[in-house]
């Protein structure tokens, strides 16, 4: 029982997968989460790249707060622990903002920031009581936990077309500063990625516009879009016993984007 366990929402594609994957080669139990309505057709529990690794993925919308409480606690049931829980499904909007109708704003905020905040909630009912965490030796007797939310360079800096985007990243850090304070007494820590611009499914649009791609390529100083694995180096970080005293931070992953 001395393997750590990790559950990644969105882990199926793009910055996900990759974390996932990263931290099933670095000796974790994982889980993933994806919707059941999207991908292959097949259940998810069949996707290959995920088997071969030993990622077990759980059929999951992140704004069904009682599935997701369900999956926390099975992995907790089954394996005794779950000592990392990475927020990382997203979606995406390129909608003007005078455009944006209720249902596309209720489906950005309810996926980017409320199931950020109610996974977060899940994870700390069922983490106060009982140990052990990531964090010190001193806290793992007390129970707690460490929590991962990948936000934006957006909700730190503005651009067009991602106005409610944008919102509920700058609120993911807010919360995961609040939060951090909140429990930190309980053994939590709680803390944001901020990922530039990630070559995913996400920045598809970006990525066909040849000349808008030069442009941004323009603006990052390391002069390349960022990989999933960019991002999964300082999750991997995050969620270490080495990061015991790191709490209420957000790290930028940008190749220098935010820096100018
Ligand atoms: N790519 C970037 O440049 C970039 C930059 C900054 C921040 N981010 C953030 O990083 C995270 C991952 O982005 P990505 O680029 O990897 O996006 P992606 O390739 O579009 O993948 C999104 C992931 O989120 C899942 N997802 C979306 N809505 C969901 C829901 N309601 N319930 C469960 N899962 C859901 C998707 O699952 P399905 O397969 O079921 O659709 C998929 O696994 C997002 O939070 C995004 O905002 C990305």
């Not at 994806?34 to 690794?53: I, Q, V, Y």
């Not at 409480?69 to 003007?96: F, W, Y």
Request: glycine share 12%; proline share 3%; hydrophobic share 40%.
């Amino acid at each position: 029982m001395t393997q750590k366990t990790v559950l990644i929402t969105g882990a199926t594609r793009g910055i996900g997968k990759g974390v996932a994957i990263a931290f099933a080669d670095a000796g974790w139990i994982v889980y993933g989460t994806g919707r059941p309505s999207t991908g292959s057709g097949r259940p998810l529990s069949e996707t290959a790249w995920a088997a071969e690794k030993k990622i077990i993925l759980k059929e999951a919308d992140v704004a069904d707060q009682p599935r997701m409480a369900e999956i926390m606690q099975d992995i907790k049931d089954k394996h005794g622990r779950l000592d990392c829980l990475i927020n990382n499904a997203g979606v995406a909007s390129n909608t003007p903002a005078s455009a944006l109708g209720d249902e596309e704003i209720a489906k950005i905020i309810d996926t980017n920031f409320k199931a950020v905040f109610t996974c977060c909630q899940s994870y700390y009912k069922m983490q106060r009581k009982s140990g052990p965490s990531t964090g010190s030796g001193q806290v793992a007797a007390k129970g707690g936990g460490c929590i991962i939310n990948i936000s934006s360079v957006l909700g730190i800096v503005g651009t067009s077309l991602a106005s409610v985007y944008s919102g509920t990243k700058g609120a993911v850090i807010s919360m995961t500063k609040a939060l951090a304070i909140e429990w930190a007494n309980s053994g939590f820590r709680v803390n944001a990625i901020c990922p530039g611009f990630i070559d995913t499914d996400m920045t598809d649009m970006l990525k066909k516009r040849e000349s808008v791609m030069a442009k941004m390529l323009e603006f990052i100083p390391l002069k390349r879009l960022g990989t999933p694995e960019d991002i999964a180096a300082p999750a991997i970080m995050l969620a270490s016993d080495g990061a015991a005293y790191i709490t209420g931070q957000i790290i930028v992953v940008d190749g220098g984007l935010t820096a100018m």
